[in-house]
């Protein structure tokens, strides 16, 4: 089938990721991902949650999308004095993503906390704001140790995330919102450097799916994974 904007089956948006976007925080980028636009920062605590053991730090995450990301406008999550369902999940999954990336032992008694703000959303929103938020979070940690706060670089793989579904029987990669909303199966997946699965969320929105499907859509996951990482490190150089 043809896609939407012209790309092949297993071909990936056009994905730019501008480091530095945002001059206090200690770590930030924004990630376009087709018309996809998500603004990452890090920033940086010298405190930990009770939940944490002594002597080892925590990552975290917070996502939100602003009011005309989409088509029409939302109300913001202040607005109803809770955080919405969705935001919760993906924030979760940003942050378990985001946490696989780190040896907590070596990142100390701190919190680094990464903000995820959709300015433009379009499909791929939660995998970029994984993508993006381990660029902002590589920078605070670059930064940190710069700074000579930290000894040893406490990162130890980098992570990233891509979605990929099945559209009218046919397999395809980094969907856009168009095939997004109408995709029989729909899978989001994060991995590491090593190609180790840090979480896979696979829905039969259409119809079920079988184990050799999934399997097609992790291995097609796989390989938009590691041309991202090709962005991830770019802007990472220097």
């Known amino acids: 089938m043809a896609r939407?904007?012209?790309?092949?089956?297993?071909?990936?948006?056009?994905?730019?990721?501008?480091?530095?976007?945002n001059k206090f925080a200690e770590g930030s980028c924004l990630i376009r991902c087709g018309n996809t636009m998500v603004l990452c920062t890090a920033s940086v605590?010298?405190?930990?949650?009770?939940?944490?053991?002594?002597?080892?730090?925590?990552?975290?995450?917070?996502?939100?999308?602003l009011p005309r990301a989409n088509r029409e406008r939302s109300k913001r999550d202040i607005?109803?004095?809770?955080?919405?369902?969705?935001?919760?999940?993906?924030?979760?999954?940003?942050?378990?993503?985001?946490?696989a990336a780190v040896d907590m032992k070596k990142l100390g008694e701190r919190t680094i906390n990464i903000d995820c703000d959709v300015l433009q959303?379009?499909?791929?929103?939660?995998?970029?704001?994984?993508?993006?938020?381990?660029?902002?979070?590589?920078?605070?940690?670059?930064?940190?140790?710069?700074?000579?706060?930290?000894a040893e670089n406490p990162i130890?793989?980098?992570?990233?995330?891509?979605?990929?579904g099945i559209v009218h029987d046919q397999l395809l990669l980094d969907l856009c919102y168009e095939e997004d909303?109408?995709?029989?199966?729909?899978?989001?997946?994060?991995m590491t450097g090593e190609g180790g699965i840090v979480e896979l969320q696979g829905t039969g929105e259409g119809r079920a799916?079988?184990?050799q499907e999934?399997?097609?859509?992790?291995?097609?996951?796989a390989k938009g994974i590691r041309e991202v990482m090709t962005f991830q490190a770019k802007a990472l150089e220097g």
Request: charged share 20%; net charge neutral; glycine share 10%.
């Open 79 to 99: 607005s109803k004095l809770k955080l919405s369902p969705r935001s919760a999940e993906i924030q979760r999954l940003v942050g378990r993503a985001l946490r």
């Open 181 to 190: 909303s109408s995709a029989q199966v729909d899978l989001n997946c994060v």
């Open 214 to 221: 999934q399997r097609d859509l992790v291995d097609l996951c």
């Open 156 to 164: 130890i793989t980098p992570v990233a995330a891509i979605s990929a």
């Open 121 to 150: 959303g379009d499909g791929g929103t939660r995998t970029a704001s994984v993508t993006g938020g381990y660029v902002a979070l590589a920078l605070a940690v670059k930064k940190l140790m710069a700074q000579g706060v930290l």
């Open 45 to 65: 605590e010298e405190k930990t949650p009770p939940h944490v053991p002594e002597g080892e730090g925590w990552v975290t995450a917070e996502y939100s999308m």
């Open 209 to 211: 799916f079988t184990v």
């Open 4 to 21: 939407i904007d012209g790309r092949a089956w297993d071909q990936l948006r056009p994905i730019e990721i501008t480091p530095g976007f």
